[in-house]
Protein backbone atom coordinates (compact mmCIF):
# COMPACT_ATOMS: atom_id res chain seq x y z
CA UNK A 1 0.00 0.00 0.00
CA UNK A 2 2.14 2.71 -1.46
CA UNK A 3 1.83 5.94 -3.48
CA UNK A 4 3.64 5.92 -6.62
CA UNK A 5 5.14 8.79 -8.68
CA UNK A 6 1.58 10.54 -10.27
CA UNK A 7 -0.28 8.91 -7.56
CA UNK A 8 -2.42 10.70 -5.50
CA UNK A 9 -0.54 10.33 -1.65
CA UNK A 10 -2.19 7.65 1.04
CA UNK A 11 -2.13 8.82 4.46
CA UNK A 12 -2.49 5.33 5.52
CA UNK A 13 0.30 3.91 3.73
CA UNK A 14 2.29 6.56 5.85
CA UNK A 15 0.53 5.44 9.25
CA UNK A 16 1.11 1.65 8.24
CA UNK A 17 5.28 2.53 7.41
CA UNK A 18 5.45 3.81 10.79
CA UNK A 19 3.73 1.92 13.28
CA UNK A 20 5.99 -0.91 13.57
CA UNK A 21 8.87 1.73 13.94
CA UNK A 22 7.06 4.02 17.15
CA UNK A 23 8.82 4.09 20.50
CA UNK A 24 5.91 3.61 22.16
CA UNK A 25 6.70 4.35 26.14
CA UNK A 26 7.10 1.84 28.38
CA UNK A 27 4.79 3.25 31.27
CA UNK A 28 1.48 1.64 32.31
CA UNK A 29 -0.35 4.17 34.39
CA UNK A 30 -1.81 3.07 37.42
CA UNK A 31 -3.52 -0.35 38.52
CA UNK A 32 -6.53 -0.49 37.48
CA UNK A 33 -9.45 1.45 39.26
CA UNK A 34 -12.01 0.25 41.84
CA UNK A 35 -15.27 1.17 42.30
CA UNK A 36 -18.18 2.56 39.94
CA UNK A 37 -17.27 2.73 36.36
CA UNK A 38 -16.52 6.24 34.63
CA UNK A 39 -18.01 6.73 31.74
CA UNK A 40 -19.07 10.64 32.43
CA UNK A 41 -15.68 11.38 31.04
CA UNK A 42 -16.74 9.84 27.71
CA UNK A 43 -20.21 10.56 28.21
CA UNK A 44 -19.60 14.63 28.84
CA UNK A 45 -16.75 15.00 26.24
CA UNK A 46 -19.52 13.52 23.60
CA UNK A 47 -22.06 15.92 25.09
CA UNK A 48 -19.69 18.92 25.52
CA UNK A 49 -18.30 17.93 21.09
CA UNK A 50 -21.57 17.46 19.83
CA UNK A 51 -24.46 18.23 22.06
CA UNK A 52 -25.52 21.67 21.11
CA UNK A 53 -25.78 20.55 17.47
CA UNK A 54 -27.96 18.09 17.82
CA UNK A 55 -29.27 16.73 20.65
CA UNK A 56 -30.88 13.32 18.99
CA UNK A 57 -26.93 12.38 17.20
CA UNK A 58 -25.96 12.63 20.71
CA UNK A 59 -28.22 10.74 22.16
CA UNK A 60 -27.38 7.81 19.90
CA UNK A 61 -23.80 8.27 20.71
CA UNK A 62 -24.23 7.94 24.30
CA UNK A 63 -26.36 4.68 23.87
CA UNK A 64 -23.67 3.74 21.90
CA UNK A 65 -21.24 4.38 24.59
CA UNK A 66 -23.07 2.66 27.33
CA UNK A 67 -23.37 -0.80 24.56
CA UNK A 68 -19.50 -0.81 23.98
CA UNK A 69 -18.75 -0.25 27.70
CA UNK A 70 -20.81 -3.19 28.23
CA UNK A 71 -18.97 -5.00 26.01
CA UNK A 72 -15.91 -4.13 27.45
CA UNK A 73 -17.21 -5.41 30.76
CA UNK A 74 -17.76 -8.74 29.22
CA UNK A 75 -14.17 -8.50 27.68
CA UNK A 76 -15.04 -9.14 24.20
CA UNK A 77 -12.39 -9.01 21.91
CA UNK A 78 -12.18 -5.71 19.49
CA UNK A 79 -13.57 -6.35 16.26
CA UNK A 80 -14.72 -4.49 13.34
CA UNK A 81 -17.67 -6.41 13.65
CA UNK A 82 -18.40 -5.13 17.02
CA UNK A 83 -17.57 -1.26 16.37
CA UNK A 84 -19.81 -1.94 13.63
CA UNK A 85 -22.94 -2.77 15.97
CA UNK A 86 -21.56 0.24 17.81
CA UNK A 87 -21.78 2.73 14.51
CA UNK A 88 -24.99 1.59 13.62
CA UNK A 89 -26.95 2.63 16.64
CA UNK A 90 -24.26 6.08 16.46
CA UNK A 91 -25.31 6.90 13.13
CA UNK A 92 -28.74 5.18 12.89
CA UNK A 93 -28.23 3.18 10.37
CA UNK A 94 -29.35 -0.42 9.87
CA UNK A 95 -26.58 -1.51 7.73
CA UNK A 96 -22.94 -0.74 8.17
CA UNK A 97 -20.26 -1.98 6.29
CA UNK A 98 -16.33 -1.16 5.68
CA UNK A 99 -15.89 1.99 3.43
CA UNK A 100 -15.71 1.03 -0.24
CA UNK A 101 -13.83 4.64 -1.63
CA UNK A 102 -10.70 6.08 -0.55
CA UNK A 103 -11.48 8.73 2.73
CA UNK A 104 -10.98 12.14 3.71
CA UNK A 105 -9.87 14.01 6.82
CA UNK A 106 -9.07 17.28 7.98
CA UNK A 107 -10.51 19.32 5.26
CA UNK A 108 -8.82 16.98 2.63
CA UNK A 109 -5.49 17.68 4.09
CA UNK A 110 -5.24 13.88 4.69
CA UNK A 111 -6.08 10.87 1.81
CA UNK A 112 -6.87 7.25 3.39
CA UNK A 113 -6.18 4.75 0.56
CA UNK A 114 -8.46 1.46 -0.03
CA UNK A 115 -7.04 -1.74 -1.37
CA UNK A 116 -8.22 -5.20 -1.50
CA UNK A 117 -6.42 -6.24 1.94
CA UNK A 118 -7.25 -2.81 3.71
CA UNK A 119 -10.28 -4.29 5.80
CA UNK A 120 -7.88 -7.48 6.78
CA UNK A 121 -5.03 -5.24 7.60
CA UNK A 122 -7.54 -3.44 9.76
CA UNK A 123 -8.82 -6.28 11.52
CA UNK A 124 -5.30 -7.27 12.13
CA UNK A 125 -4.46 -3.99 14.08
CA UNK A 126 -7.78 -4.42 16.31
CA UNK A 127 -6.65 -8.05 17.49
CA UNK A 128 -3.12 -6.04 19.08
CA UNK A 129 -5.44 -4.00 20.83
CA UNK A 130 -5.23 -6.81 23.52
CA UNK A 131 -1.22 -7.59 22.77
CA UNK A 132 -0.13 -8.89 26.14
CA UNK A 133 3.97 -7.26 25.65
CA UNK A 134 2.82 -3.60 24.90
CA UNK A 135 1.57 -1.74 27.61
CA UNK A 136 -2.26 -0.92 27.86
CA UNK A 137 -1.93 2.95 26.96
CA UNK A 138 0.49 2.33 24.46
CA UNK A 139 -2.01 -0.33 23.07
CA UNK A 140 -5.00 2.41 23.25
CA UNK A 141 -3.13 5.17 21.99
CA UNK A 142 -2.03 2.89 19.02
CA UNK A 143 -6.03 1.40 18.66
CA UNK A 144 -7.66 5.28 18.42
CA UNK A 145 -4.99 6.18 15.45
CA UNK A 146 -5.57 2.80 13.68
CA UNK A 147 -9.30 3.99 13.25
CA UNK A 148 -8.73 7.56 12.79
CA UNK A 149 -6.12 7.16 10.01
CA UNK A 150 -7.45 3.37 8.54
CA UNK A 151 -10.75 5.61 8.69
CA UNK A 152 -13.13 2.38 8.30
CA UNK A 153 -16.30 3.89 8.14
CA UNK A 154 -17.94 6.40 5.62
CA UNK A 155 -18.94 8.42 8.20
CA UNK A 156 -18.71 9.18 12.29
CA UNK A 157 -14.78 8.09 12.52
CA UNK A 158 -13.52 10.10 15.29
CA UNK A 159 -16.76 8.87 17.42
CA UNK A 160 -15.56 5.62 16.14
CA UNK A 161 -12.41 5.95 17.91
CA UNK A 162 -13.29 7.60 21.15
CA UNK A 163 -15.54 4.60 21.96
CA UNK A 164 -13.17 1.81 20.79
CA UNK A 165 -10.85 3.87 23.24
CA UNK A 166 -13.39 3.86 26.05
CA UNK A 167 -13.77 0.19 24.98
CA UNK A 168 -10.01 -0.93 25.11
CA UNK A 169 -9.41 1.08 28.64
CA UNK A 170 -12.75 -0.36 29.99
CA UNK A 171 -12.30 -4.10 29.08
CA UNK A 172 -8.93 -3.50 31.48
CA UNK A 173 -10.59 -2.12 34.35
CA UNK A 174 -9.21 1.22 33.89
CA UNK A 175 -11.11 4.37 33.82
CA UNK A 176 -10.51 8.26 33.24
CA UNK A 177 -11.92 11.40 34.51
CA UNK A 178 -10.40 13.44 32.15
CA UNK A 179 -10.72 12.76 28.15
CA UNK A 180 -10.35 16.36 26.66
CA UNK A 181 -6.69 16.65 26.80
CA UNK A 182 -6.69 14.11 23.93
CA UNK A 183 -8.63 15.93 21.78
CA UNK A 184 -6.40 17.17 19.28
CA UNK A 185 -5.44 16.86 15.86
CA UNK A 186 -3.78 13.63 15.04
CA UNK A 187 -1.10 13.02 11.75
CA UNK A 188 -0.62 9.74 9.80
CA UNK A 189 2.94 10.49 9.60
CA UNK A 190 3.65 11.78 13.11
CA UNK A 191 5.94 8.64 14.94
CA UNK A 192 6.68 11.21 17.90
CA UNK A 193 2.76 12.69 18.39
CA UNK A 194 1.70 8.61 18.49
CA UNK A 195 4.29 8.18 21.48
CA UNK A 196 3.39 11.26 23.03
CA UNK A 197 -0.36 10.56 23.43
CA UNK A 198 0.38 7.19 24.84
CA UNK A 199 2.60 9.03 27.10
CA UNK A 200 -0.48 11.16 28.06
CA UNK A 201 -3.01 8.47 28.49
CA UNK A 202 -0.25 7.27 31.01
CA UNK A 203 -0.79 10.30 33.09
CA UNK A 204 -4.40 10.29 32.35
CA UNK A 205 -4.72 6.87 33.67
CA UNK A 206 -2.42 7.99 36.39
CA UNK A 207 -4.15 10.71 37.79
CA UNK A 208 -7.34 9.51 37.82
CA UNK A 209 -6.21 6.97 40.62
CA UNK A 210 -4.99 9.60 42.67
CA UNK A 211 -7.76 11.66 42.27
CA UNK A 212 -10.16 10.41 45.32
CA UNK A 213 -13.54 11.78 43.01
CA UNK A 214 -11.78 9.94 40.06
CA UNK A 215 -14.82 9.21 37.51
CA UNK A 216 -16.97 12.32 38.73
CA UNK A 217 -15.26 15.14 36.68
CA UNK A 218 -14.50 16.61 32.85
Known sequence: ???????????????????????????????????????????NCFMATRGGRDSEETARVLTALDLALADAEQRRTLTFALMAKWQRIVLGHDLVDFRTMPAFAKGGQERYGLTPDTQALFERCLSESAQP?????SRAARTYLDILFFH??????????????????????????QVHPLQTTRWADDAEGAAELAVLLGILITAAERRPSHGRQT
Do not use: H, Y
Not at 133 to 137: A, K, S
Open 133 to 137: NLPLP
Open 152 to 177: PFEDGNARAAMLALAFVLAREGVLLD
Open 1 to 43: MTSGPGQPKDNLADWLRIRPEISWPSCRGASPASGAPARDSFR
